[in-house]
């Protein structure tokens, strides 16, 4: 048998060296301009050819200080989003042009470092969330950094904005995240996790409180007698505790915005459990809500909406409440106007003669489902 040549038995190996290093740790500096931020300005994108197109790729990134001046002293993390990476400030503040970044990423997840995402099993009763991996777990001593990372396609609109501790539950035996301000974590928050050799700086040891399960929420069709199809649906909302302006002509919901419709994950609420997909609404575009609406997404005020559904299918004919839903804790994740070309009777019927109205999707971390004579509370 002939044996490899030389020169052939090199390439193998060049070879063999670059596929490895394709996938091991690389980094670059990354400069904020004004041609790459974006957002509201408090994003900068990265344009770099092992992250485009990535959205598996692990990220850690340091701010850089230069003369001892760092420009954008805001707490970060890596925002995936049309197939390119961003580095974004958590509390919305803009990216001042000039700052720089150290960014070191892996193209995909292996051993030491990975994407973990909370499970609403992982949420303890004091808010904190468990890292559940088997590098972690009974390993106190384990050294270890974490770095936000969001990708709104994949995750959907759920991210965690808060600066973060990280702490050992002697309890359960696990590392466990918990937001300084004392806020609860919620599901399908993801931090990238980088197991180390160097100190991980809050190896912090507590004895927290056991974790629990919280349980889904369960929505079953009402079996008394106001209960049947949805008639009119009506919403109230406060932006940063200001209540919103309405837009209807029903008397006794004049101070509420009357919905086209309403869509939780499903179609309706019948046997659903909830998984906190963002709720879409669709109103009527330019109505007095509008403008306190866009507002209040713009500048990502904390909100709070009611949302009653009614139906007219009782004896009187009068209609009559069929659920009401509160979410706390709220955001708009998305608006955007939405222009309708079906011509379908049931489409008409609803958004004729304008063919056009805003959708808006609400992400929240707790709702209440309230009928007659009973409420039921879930926590994200």
């Known amino acids: 048998m002939k044996q490899p040549t030389m020169h052939k038995k090199i390439f193998f190996i060049l070879s063999m060296i670059i596929s490895l290093y394709s996938h091991a740790q690389q980094q670059f500096t990354h400069t904020a301009i004004k041609e790459n931020i974006s957002c509201?300005?408090?994003?900068?994108?990265?344009?770099?050819?092992?992250?485009?197109?990535?959205?598996?790729?692990?990220?850690?990134?340091?701010?850089?200080?230069?003369?001892?001046?760092?420009?954008?002293?805001?707490?970060?993390?890596?925002?995936?989003?049309?197939?390119?990476?961003?580095?974004?400030?958590?509390?919305?503040?803009?990216?001042?042009?000039?700052?720089?970044?150290?960014?070191?990423?892996?193209?995909?997840?292996?051993?030491?470092?990975?994407?973990?995402?909370?499970?609403?099993?992982?949420?303890?009763?004091?808010?904190?969330?468990?890292?559940?991996?088997p590098a972690l777990n009974n390993n106190p001593a384990a050294k270890f950094t974490s770095f936000l990372s969001w990708s709104p396609e994949t995750q959907g609109a759920t991210t965690n904005r808060e600066e973060i501790n990280i702490q050992y539950n002697t309890v359960e035996n696990k590392w466990a995240v918990g937001n300084i301000n004392k806020k609860p974590l919620f599901a399908r928050a993801a931090y990238n996790i980088s197991l180390t050799s160097g100190s991980n700086g809050n190896t912090k040891i507590t004895n927290a409180q056991p974790a629990v399960a919280i349980n889904q929420l369960t929505v079953l069709p009402n079996p008394n007698a106001v209960f049947g199809d949805i008639g009119m649906m009506f919403m109230g909302a406060t932006a940063d505790g200001i209540k919103l302006p309405g837009d209807n002509l029903v008397l006794g919901h004049l101070d509420q915005t009357q919905l086209y419709s309403l869509e939780m994950g499903a179609n309706n609420l019948s046997g659903r459990k909830n998984t906190y997909d963002p709720i879409t609404i669709r109103v009527h575009s330019g109505c007095p809500m509008f403008i306190p609406l866009l507002n209040a997404f713009i500048n990502k005020q904390s909100m709070i909406f009611n949302i009653e559904a009614l139906t007219t299918k009782t004896s009187s004919g009068k209609a009559a409440a069929v659920y009401t839903l509160k979410l706390s804790g709220a955001y708009i994740s998305i608006f955007k106007q939405v222009f309708d070309e079906e011509t379908s009777a049931a489409t008409t019927k609803i958004i004729s003669p304008r063919k056009v109205y805003d959708e808006i999707k609400i992400v929240f971390t707790k709702i209440e489902y309230i009928t007659a004579g009973a409420t039921a509370t879930d926590n994200q």
Request: proline fraction near 7%; glycine fraction near 6%.
């Open 40 to 133: 509201n300005y408090d994003c900068t994108m990265l344009d770099v050819p092992g992250l485009n197109n990535n959205a598996a790729a692990i990220l850690f990134v340091n701010p850089m200080s230069e003369k001892g001046v760092n420009l954008n002293p805001h707490p970060i993390g890596a925002y995936y989003f049309k197939n390119k990476w961003h580095i974004f400030n958590l509390d919305s503040k803009p990216i001042p042009v000039g700052s720089k970044f150290t960014v070191e990423y892996f193209t995909k997840p292996d051993d030491s470092h990975f994407q973990y995402s909370f499970t609403r099993t992982d949420i303890q009763q004091d808010g904190m969330a468990l890292i559940d991996h």
